[in-house]
């Protein structure tokens, strides 16, 4: 398969859109399960967008949700646009394939740890295994897409793994 130019724009959005479509999905599974489907993101629309430190978890604000989807693409966008950056760069660059995990982390620490600064009720309302898990199936999905579209990538991977010094 010839390689293709990849803009960073262009696939990033794409990136961050599987990886926004992953989180939502989940959430919505969840709150589908619990009998209040789109409660998540009337709730993190409140808490994040709209300053709410006591959210109404017992109706839908229509509102909070569309502030909220639209900020959560668009925060995943960015990410995408990130990822596909370090992903160009670590072909040319074995040693920054090493800061593609230490990303995912951060993304998980901080993302957590924000909700937890905004509402003293996060931990009720979004328990950490419900966001682990989330944060886990973006950056899997992401991370699929990305190894598919990128075989100058694979190449790069198995002729430097990590820890080996460049042949060049």
Same mark, same amino acid.
């Given at each position: ?17 599987? %990886?926004?479509?992953? =989180? #939502? +999905? ?9 009998? &209040?489907?789109? *409660?998540? @993101? ?37 990410? %995408?646009?990130?990822? =596909? #950056? +370090? ?9 920054? &394939?090493?800061? *593609?995990? @230490? ?54 991977? &198995? ?10």
């Amino acid at each position: 398969m010839a390689e293709r130019s990849h803009s960073i724009g262009a696939e990033g959005t794409d990136v961050g859109i599987i %990886g926004g479509l992953a =989180v #939502a +999905l989940w959430f919505l599974v969840l709150d589908a399960i619990a009998g &209040r489907p789109l *409660l998540t @993101p009337s709730l993190l629309g409140q808490v994040v967008l709209m300053g709410d430190s006591t959210p109404d978890t017992g109706n839908i604000v229509f509102g909070a949700i569309l502030l909220y989807t639209a900020f959560h693409f668009v925060v995943f966008a960015l990410l %995408g646009m990130g990822l =596909v #950056a +370090l992903v160009h760069w670590g072909i040319e660059n074995s040693v920054v &394939r090493y800061a *593609l995990l @230490p990303v995912f982390l951060a993304f998980e620490v901080i993302f957590y740890g924000l909700l937890e600064v905004l509402s003293e009720r996060t931990g009720e309302l979004f328990p950490f295994w419900t966001v682990v898990v989330a944060n886990t199936l973006a950056a899997l999905s992401m991370g699929v897409y990305l190894w598919i579209r990128h075989p100058a990538f694979r190449r790069s991977i &198995r002729d430097t793994p990590l820890g080996a010094a460049p042949l060049n």
